[in-house]
């Protein structure tokens, strides 16, 4: 007889019960629909598949995960770490990306079942394709080599033209679709993107505030800078981008707002509305308030009120609807959808569960 891990806490409630399960179904080639639809209706199936769908939680479930939030931020990290985790952000994450290289984080093909606008010849998509080369120079041999730069100001001039060159060299080029991916890592977004969209005219670019991840991005065999364009860039600060206000048809967030610091988000929605075009789109994804890995945290990881630094310096966030509305609306954007996606994940070998809170939204600039 097997039995699944008991998660208790000082509030002496407990997040499951003891199960006894047999694994009956394999679901590998199972295409999971728009925000899935796999509900759990009986606790003794739990073990059956490897995640469950729109989990809902009991009054002591939710009781319990206030009681290890408030535990585990009952002791704030010190000023001059909190200081250190933010002047040294960029130092962690090249740490992280030195260590992990590519292998840590799996290609994202989800992104298509849950925004579909990423796939722009899909007919659900209206997408308006406009000229966005108009502004841009003249082309020249040179206009294909990979570039990077930091937000200065010689580096980015030097970067907007190297850009405009690239955009301009192909003359299909003229109508792309533009879309731009914030904390692209190592390409696990970027790449599927230009994969599902091999025969359109997208163009992607893909900024992190690492150099060791645009480096890994760059590297990688299916990078081609007639389609993509990486470049580092510290999206906290005032944007200089190789490209225009105005232009953008779709930005990607995934996973990265969570690891700003909560006095900078704002700047970094505004930046976003601000070079979206008009009608353009903004993807969203990230962690929810209370969710498995906020939970886990121990006294003293605490930053500020939920947001926590890792044991490798990286910070993370957890959102709730309410404050991503705030943040996004706040700026102007028309809110199309905004989900608090709960999955029960399910490690079926050592009977372990685990709850996942994550928000999904999707905003648009008003036309």
């Not at 899935?36 to 939680?57: C, H, I, M, P």
């Not at 109508?175 to 914030?182: A, D, H, V």
């Not at 957890?318 to 994940?345: A, M």
Request: hydrophobic share 35%; aromatic share 12%; net charge neutral.
């Amino acid at each position: 007889m097997y039995f699944y891990k008991i998660i208790r806490c000082t509030c002496n409630v407990a997040l499951s019960t003891t199960t006894v399960f047999a694994a009956k179904c394999h679901t590998r080639f199972r295409k999971k629909p728009k925000h899935g639809s796999r509900y759990l209706t009986n606790s003794k199936s739990v073990f059956e598949f490897n995640a469950w769908d729109n989990v809902q939680w009991d009054a002591a479930q939710e009781e319990l995960a206030k009681c290890k939030v408030t535990e585990n931020s009952s002791v704030f990290a010190s000023e001059s770490d909190q200081e250190k985790y933010e002047v040294r952000a960029s130092e962690y994450w090249d740490a992280f990306y030195g260590i992990h290289q590519n292998r840590f984080f799996k290609d994202r093909q989800w992104l298509f079942t849950e925004f579909p606008e990423l796939v722009t010849d899909n007919k659900c998509v209206k997408i308006k394709k406009e000229q966005v080369t108009d502004q841009l120079g003249a082309t020249d041999d040179e206009s294909t080599k990979p570039y990077t730069s930091k937000n200065t100001q010689d580096g980015v001039e030097q970067l907007s033209e190297h850009l405009g060159n690239v955009l301009t060299t192909d003359s299909k080029r003229k109508g792309s679709t533009m879309i731009l991916e914030i904390g692209c890592g190592v390409g696990n977004t970027a790449f599927p993107i230009l994969q599902h969209n091999a025969d359109t005219d997208v163009f992607v670019f893909c900024c992190d505030f690492s150099y060791a991840a645009i480096q890994l991005l760059r590297d990688n065999s299916e990078y081609d800078p007639k389609r993509c364009q990486a470049f580092v860039c510290d999206v906290t600060q005032d944007w200089q981008p190789p490209f225009q206000p105005n232009s953008l048809h779709i930005v990607v967030m995934i996973f990265v707002l969570s690891a700003i610091h909560p006095d900078k988000m704002s700047h970094v929605v505004a930046e976003i509305y601000k070079y979206l075009r008009p009608g353009g789109l903004l993807v969203f994804r990230d962690y929810g308030r209370h969710d498995m890995a906020q939970l886990r945290f121990k006294k003293g990881r605490c930053l500020s009120d939920n947001f926590y630094v890792r044991g490798d310096g990286t910070r993370v966030y957890f959102f709730t609807q309410t404050e991503v509305k705030s943040l996004f609306e706040g700026v102007g954007f028309e809110e199309v959808h905004n989900i608090e996606d709960r999955r029960l994940q399910v490690n079926r070998g050592k009977l372990l569960t685990m709850y996942r809170v994550w928000i999904q939204a999707k905003y648009r600039k008003p036309c």
